[in-house]
């Protein structure tokens, strides 16, 4: 299957600044997604990155917070903005390959909001 | 509201014993139950899933249940081996909408003792 590389892995930050999270996948996929996991917490879907278009946001997440591009099918970038120490989570990308697959999953930022 | 439910926040198994893990839902709009297997600092890993017409799945030493009645699924691991200590995840989709939204519950570690 194939291989999503995400970076960085881990950083800290100050409050009120942002972070841009990169996701590069090694072959063309249909869907990418980005989740969050915060401590002792499940993974919630943030939004799906649609190709060539505005993202599709879950409830509680909006675009000015999380400002996400899918500029082709391999790649999308995940924005965290003017961050707080709430925002102190694991972001991870994920992607599926076609319709109906199960979807695979990059290894994570683990993020710090000081 | 919590779709997807992981009760059991830990369980500790001895090597070559069974392993059960345990999920519970309340969507019954969901056509596929996943299983993720997640190591430290590794995104989740796709592990087996079931089809909501089915009652079982088995993929070598995993095989999953479902009880559509009850609403719930377990992961059972034959025999449980030390490579097997990770965090699992259970999780519900939609296929065929939009989006395939996974619905992950919180997860349980399993520790395999030696």
């Known amino acids: 299957s194939a291989v999503i590389s995400q970076k960085p892995s881990r950083d800290i930050c100050q409050r009120g600044t942002s972070l841009t999270i990169q996701c590069q996948v090694d072959?063309?996929?249909?869907?990418m997604f980005w989740y969050r996991q915060q401590p002792g917490q499940s993974l919630t879907l943030i939004a799906t990155?649609?190709?060539?278009?505005?993202?599709?946001?879950e409830s509680g997440f909006v675009i000015d917070k999380f400002p996400i591009s899918r500029p082709n099918l391999t790649f999308s970038t995940l924005t965290v903005s003017n961050m707080s120490p709430e925002d102190s989570s694991i972001y991870l990308c994920?992607?599926?390959?076609?319709?109906?697959?199960?979807?695979?999953f990059g290894q994570g930022t683990r993020l710090t909001v000081v | 509201d919590q779709q997807v439910k992981q009760n059991s926040p830990s369980l500790s198994v001895q090597e070559g014993r069974i392993s059960i893990l345990n999920c519970d839902y309340t969507?019954?709009?969901?056509?596929?139950f996943l299983w993720y297997k997640k190591y430290p600092a590794e995104g989740p890993t796709f592990l087996i899933s079931?089809?909501?017409?089915?009652d079982k799945n088995e993929d070598g030493r995993f095989t999953v249940f479902l009880n559509k009645s009850a609403k719930h699924l377990s992961l059972h691991i034959v025999p449980s081996q030390p490579g097997d200590s990770a965090v699992y995840f259970c999780?519900?989709?939609?296929?065929?909408?939009?989006?395939?939204?996974?619905?992950f519950g919180t997860g349980t570690l399993l520790a395999v003792q030696p």
């Open positions: 999780a519900g989709t939609v296929y065929g909408g939009a989006t395939n939204k996974l619905i």
């Open positions: 990155a649609n190709q060539g278009s505005e993202a599709t946001y």
């Open positions: 969507n019954s709009m969901f056509d596929y």
């Open positions: 072959s063309q996929v249909t869907m």
């Open positions: 994920s992607a599926e390959q076609g319709l109906n697959t199960e979807a695979f």
């Open positions: 079931i089809s909501s017409i089915k």
